[in-house]
């Protein structure tokens, strides 16, 4: 990190690198890695990947600003009973709703929470199933759609699909930008430490 100047932080750039993206080359950047994000609880931002489409950080998932919109997996028996997919029914509960919204594998369940949404990825048939690659993006065809449809511009998440799910950082990540590609909307994805062989996400806790 740059020293401190007069009493006063220098100013840090809010993006570290592009990945994935059409230009020929990202901007050169000063010989600070990893930058910090400015945001009103500060986490490290690790790469832009694609056109600005998913920007992933590390932090914490529920440090996100209030008026970012949440997506994690669930199964569709809605147990919500292990890693984020508990912190979620810890912090937001109404199981009963997402159960009363009978959505099928590949579908997403949705909670209004003040002035966001809470967007339940219905991606396995039990909690102890593992999903595939291909009822993830039918669920995050489904998320595009639902996000356009109530002009969100922000949607928060862990590494969906990954640690106790199964499924690659690396398919999922290729998922995410194939999906919301030409999407106004921009995806911030969390991990509690980069340092870990790749990532130790939120959702590396889940089921």
Same mark, same amino acid.
């Given at each position: ?69 949440? *997506? ?30 009978? @959505?099928?594998?590949?579908?997403? *369940? ?11 990825? @219905? ?85």
């Amino acid at each position: 990190m740059p020293e401190q100047e007069s009493g006063k932080d220098k100013e840090v750039p809010e993006v570290i690198v592009k990945l994935g993206c059409r230009h020929p080359r990202p901007p050169e950047l000063p010989g600070h890695t990893p930058l910090v994000v400015s945001h009103a609880t500060q986490f490290q931002m690790l790469a832009i990947v694609g056109e600005d489409v998913v920007v992933e950080v590390v932090g914490d998932l529920f440090s996100a600003s209030p008026s970012t919109s949440l *997506a994690h997996c669930i199964s569709r028996d809605c147990k919500l009973g292990k890693g984020v997919a508990k912190l979620f029914r810890h912090k937001f509960g109404r199981v009963a709703e997402l159960e009363e919204q009978h @959505v099928p594998v590949g579908g997403v *369940a949705v909670l209004r929470e003040g002035n966001r949404f809470i967007y339940n990825l @219905v991606t396995k048939e039990k909690y102890y199933d593992k999903p595939s690659i291909h009822t993830l993006k039918a669920s995050l065809e489904e998320l595009r759609r639902k996000v356009e449809e109530s002009g969100v511009e922000r949607v928060a998440m862990p590494r969906i699909g990954c640690g106790l799910d199964k499924l690659r950082w690396e398919d999922v990540r290729k998922l995410l930008v194939e999906v919301f590609t030409g999407s106004s909307a921009t995806l911030e994805v969390f991990t509690l430490d980069a340092s870990a062989p790749g990532g130790q996400s939120c959702e590396g806790m889940s089921g």
